[in-house]
């Protein structure tokens, strides 16, 4: 008998197993990202609205309380039960790709963007003025750059990764293109 077709199944064994780890990995980053995002959220509510802006480093980095109805950088504000069908159609491409990973740092990007757009799903969906079109709560400001929240940073982080990953050409199941 040849020690290669057991090396083989050995290797289909232990794919499910480091997929299921991937998975976790990916829903606990979600997880992580979505609570932050939510408690952070809710503090800006409770401590910056109707307040005026506070100084953190100078002008440099500033909490101001903002309803955001649009999407990046404030726009479509009259879209808003689109970008609500976006999250949901996002989150759940990323479930189902969940399946398929055979990579840690693409576990880690499809995380961060799933939790990105949970949080930010979670204001459209029951935040005023109504279900299916909350406004997300943003408060994090930057001199010139628009005012964003912990989910928008998370997309974006998610993003850069989703790009230095396909950059260095790994593929979402681990292999290398």
Not at 41 to 50: F, G, P
Not at 76 to 99: E, L, M
Request: hydrophobic residues 50%; aromatic residues 10%.
């Amino acid at each position: 008998m040849s020690s290669e077709p057991v090396h083989e199944t050995a290797q289909i064994v232990a794919a499910p197993a480091n997929n299921r780890r991937l998975t976790r990995i990916t829903f606990g980053v979600a997880a992580v990202v979505v609570l932050l995002d939510q408690v952070s959220k809710a503090l800006a509510v409770r401590y910056l609205q109707d307040q005026p802006p506070i100084d953190l480093l100078g002008p440099w980095l500033r909490l101001v309380f903002l309803r955001n109805p649009g999407a990046a950088f404030s726009m479509g504000t009259s879209y808003t039960f689109v970008f609500t069908g976006i999250a949901i159609a996002v989150a759940v491409v990323i479930v189902r790709t969940s399946r398929r990973l055979g990579s840690l740092g693409w576990a880690f990007a499809l995380g961060g963007l799933l939790g990105g757009a949970v949080g930010n799903l979670l204001d459209r969906i029951f935040r005023d003025p109504g279900f299916m079109r909350g406004y997300v709560v943003d408060f994090i400001a930057f001199p010139n750059f628009p005012v964003f929240n912990l989910a928008d940073s998370a997309i974006v982080c998610s993003s850069v990764l989703m790009v230095l990953l396909a950059v260095r050409g790994i593929e979402i199941d681990g292999r290398r293109g």
